[in-house]
């Protein structure tokens, strides 16, 4: 494969230790800040005034001091379920810099889910804007806990020394199911997201003079890792809109001379389904990312923009791997070649392995999984992580050919079969059932149920109601397809592969 270096500029020599020399994104991005505190910084939809460097860094001091005098302390965990706000990531840097840990949820998350987070890392406090998951979250802690919405309204305090954090303490622990299993929280320590965000920063050029328009949700990697910290590292803009609309994206491009965009898959469908694409045809770059973006549409988009979109891979155990070239070919169905500090090799079974300064050190209180996710490299150097993805070197270019592990990409968003067939199979219209992904061309894949019925079997709206409580609605199967029996291995085992689309 090429080797990571191709992605800088000839005259940048840099080492992989250069990735994480700042020591942290705090202490980075409050120099800049300092530096230039009237550089604007994020402009919210309905909000006729940029937020300027130096209002974000007063407003996130101010919040790390509400917090450490609500008696939070460095280390605590802080789960943060907020829509795109600039509240909400006030919120979330004002608990970076305090030193807490943030536990990033989705906010459609159920009772269920959000329940077993909370379980899991027994969080001190939780941003969250929904009134019933702010319910559900105290249901499901142990004791008491500090409640907040993103404004996080708590009396001011002396913060006293913030941004004491130090590139080996944890920054976030993200909740996903890794290659197998319930989902487990990814700890991602402060030297990951420097390392992970650097690279980004360097191979898509990003600069003070660049302006995103950012529509991802800030709770997944794709939005948070890329999307914000990105923008806050190169000293560069943002306008925040509340989600994804092909019209509002466009316009807030033209509007506000924007200069970036990042998407998942689906995004770039509906920009080229409502034919608005050729208006971001202004944009210094377009980034797809979260799942695979097909040929077709690649060509489509890229055709109507005028430049090739960007395609890179990422995980959240890793943010961002891979990805095509800024400068040079961006070739269509890869994912380009390793970013700076990378490293990638396949296994015999054509898994792809990683290691490198972004690469997560385990998950959150399970050994067991951390010792099923690393390999131990014979060449001294850091231990190998298995992304449970398939993959091979076309000329120097990775290309993702599938999954080792369970997983059904919907619009971006994973879906672990096992975990909806457990919530499905507790129906009483339903005898078994297996869970698999149906290809769409707009959410790339679609969740849909096998059911062996035990009586009248469940429609899909029926289903839907039953899970409204145990699964957020795009975890809900889509279609619903009735069979007599489950394709069996010998050891009686279902085989998912079996059962068709
Ligand atoms: C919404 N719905 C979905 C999805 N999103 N169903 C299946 N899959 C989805 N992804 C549900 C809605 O709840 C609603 O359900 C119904 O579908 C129709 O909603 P619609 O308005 O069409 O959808 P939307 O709200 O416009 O959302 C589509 C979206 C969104 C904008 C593409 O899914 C999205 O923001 N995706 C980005 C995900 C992402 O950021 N992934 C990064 C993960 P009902 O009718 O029941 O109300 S991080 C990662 O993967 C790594 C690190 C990486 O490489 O980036
Ligand atoms: P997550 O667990 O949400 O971080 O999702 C990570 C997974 O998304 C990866 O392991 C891949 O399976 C998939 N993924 C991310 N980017 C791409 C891409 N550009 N092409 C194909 N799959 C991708």
Same mark, same amino acid.
């Given at each position: 494969?090429?080797?990571?270096?191709?992605?800088?500029?000839?005259?940048?020599?840099?080492?992989?230790?250069?990735?994480?020399?700042?020591?942290?994104?705090?202490?980075?991005?409050?120099?800049?800040? +300092?530096?230039?505190?009237?550089?604007?910084?994020?402009?919210?939809?309905?909000?006729?005034?940029?937020?300027?460097?130096?209002?974000?860094?007063?407003?996130?001091?101010?919040?790390?001091?509400?917090?450490?005098?609500?008696?939070?302390?460095?280390?605590?965990?802080?789960?943060?379920?907020?829509?795109?706000?600039?509240?909400?990531?006030?919120?979330?840097?004002?608990?970076?810099?305090?030193?807490?840990?943030?536990?990033?949820?989705?906010?459609?998350?159920?009772?269920?889910?959000?329940?077993?987070?909370?379980?899991?890392?027994?969080?001190?406090?939780?941003?969250?804007?929904?009134?019933?998951?702010?319910?559900?979250?105290?249901?499901?802690?142990?004791?008491?806990?500090?409640?907040?919405?993103?404004?996080?309204?708590?009396?001011?305090?002396?913060?006293?020394?913030?941004?004491?954090?130090?590139?080996?303490?944890?920054?976030?622990?993200?909740?996903?199911?890794?290659?197998? /299993?319930?989902?487990?929280?990814?700890?991602?320590?402060?030297? +990951?997201?420097?390392?992970?965000?650097?690279?980004?920063?360097?191979?898509?050029?990003?600069?003070?003079?660049?302006?995103?328009?950012?529509?991802?949700?800030?709770?997944?990697?794709?939005?948070?890792?890329?999307?914000?910290?990105?923008?806050?590292?190169?000293?560069?803009?943002?306008?925040?809109?509340?989600?994804?609309?092909?019209?509002?994206?466009?316009?807030?491009?033209?509007?506000?001379?924007?200069?970036?965009?990042?998407? &998942?898959?689906?995004?770039?469908?509906?920009?080229?389904?409502?034919?608005?694409?050729?208006?971001?045809?202004?944009?210094?770059?377009?980034?797809?990312?979260?799942?695979?973006?097909?040929?077709?549409?690649?060509?489509?988009?890229?055709?109507?923009?005028?430049?090739?979109?960007?395609?890179?891979?990422?995980?959240?155990?890793?943010?961002? +791997?891979?990805?095509?070239?800024?400068?040079?070919?961006?070739?269509?169905?890869?994912?380009?070649?390793?970013?700076?500090?990378?490293?990638?090799?396949?296994?015999?079974?054509?898994?792809?392995?990683?290691? /490198?300064? +972004?690469?997560?050190?385990?998950?959150?209180?399970?050994?067991?999984?951390?010792?099923?996710?690393?390999?131990?490299?014979?060449?001294?150097?850091?231990?190998?992580?298995?992304?449970?993805?398939?993959?091979?070197?076309?000329?120097?270019?990775?290309?993702?050919?599938?999954?080792?592990?369970?997983?059904?990409?919907?619009?971006?968003?994973? &879906?672990?079969? /096992?975990? &909806?067939?457990?919530?499905?199979?507790?129906?009483?219209?339903?005898?078994?059932?297996?869970?698999?992904?149906?290809?769409?061309?707009?959410?790339?894949?679609?969740?849909?149920?096998?059911?062996?019925?035990? /009586?009248?079997?469940?429609?899909?709206?029926?289903?839907?109601?039953?899970?409204?409580?145990?699964?957020?609605?795009?975890?809900?199967?889509?279609?619903?397809?009735?069979?007599?029996?489950?394709?069996?291995?010998?050891?009686?085992?279902? &085989?998912?592969?079996?059962?068709?689309?």
């Amino acid at each position: 494969m090429r080797p990571w270096r191709d992605h800088l500029p000839p005259e940048r020599t840099w080492s992989a230790e250069d990735l994480t020399a700042a020591g942290t994104l705090v202490r980075a991005w409050t120099r800049l800040w +300092n530096d230039r505190p009237g550089a604007l910084l994020w402009l919210e939809p309905g909000h006729d005034r940029w937020w300027t460097a130096g209002e974000f860094e007063s407003a996130t001091r101010r919040v790390a001091g509400r917090l450490r005098t609500a008696g939070l302390t460095a280390g605590d965990r802080v789960v943060w379920s907020t829509g795109s706000s600039v509240a909400s990531l006030v919120a979330h840097v004002g608990a970076l810099r305090a030193g807490l840990v943030v536990v990033p949820a989705n906010t459609t998350y159920s009772e269920r889910e959000l329940a077993h987070i909370v379980t899991d890392v027994r969080p001190t406090a939780a941003i969250v804007d929904r009134d019933d998951q702010a319910e559900w979250i105290r249901r499901a802690a142990a004791g008491p806990l500090v409640i907040v919405g993103s404004e996080v309204d708590l009396p001011d305090g002396d913060p006293g020394a913030i941004d004491g954090v130090g590139p080996d303490d944890p920054a976030l622990i993200c909740f996903t199911s890794g290659t197998t /299993g319930a989902p487990k929280g990814a700890v991602l320590r402060h030297r +990951n997201l420097l390392a992970a965000t650097e690279a980004v920063v360097a191979a898509w050029r990003w600069s003070p003079e660049d302006r995103l328009v950012h529509c991802l949700p800030v709770f997944h990697a794709h939005g948070l890792g890329v999307g914000v910290y990105g923008t806050l590292l190169a000293g560069a803009s943002a306008v925040l809109l509340p989600g994804f609309d092909p019209t509002a994206v466009v316009q807030a491009a033209a509007d506000h001379r924007a200069t970036l965009f990042f998407g &998942v898959p689906t995004m770039y469908h509906r920009l080229a389904g409502t034919g608005l694409a050729p208006r971001l045809s202004h944009l210094r770059l377009c980034v797809s990312g979260s799942a695979p973006l097909s040929r077709e549409l690649h060509h489509q988009v890229s055709t109507a923009i005028g430049s090739a979109v960007l395609e890179r891979y990422g995980m959240t155990e890793t943010l961002m +791997n891979a990805s095509n070239p800024y400068d040079g070919e961006r070739r269509a169905g890869t994912v380009g070649f390793p970013l700076p500090g990378v490293d990638i090799r396949f296994a015999t079974d054509g898994e792809i392995l990683l290691r /490198g300064p +972004n690469v997560f050190d385990g998950y959150w209180e399970r050994p067991e999984a951390n010792d099923e996710v690393f390999v131990a490299a014979d060449d001294g150097g850091r231990d190998w992580f298995r992304t449970g993805d398939l993959g091979e070197d076309a000329d120097g270019y990775l290309v993702i050919r599938g999954r080792s592990k369970e997983l059904i990409i919907s619009g971006g968003f994973n &879906v672990y079969p /096992g975990e &909806v067939e457990d919530v499905v199979a507790t129906h009483p219209g339903v005898a078994e059932v297996a869970v698999t992904g149906t290809p769409s061309e707009e959410w790339g894949e679609v969740v849909t149920a096998w059911i062996v019925p035990d /009586g009248p079997p469940p429609s899909v709206e029926e289903l839907a109601e039953f899970s409204a409580s145990t699964l957020a609605s795009y975890k809900r199967p889509r279609l619903v397809r009735v069979v007599d029996a489950l394709p069996r291995n010998a050891l009686g085992k279902v &085989v998912r592969g079996e059962l068709g689309t």
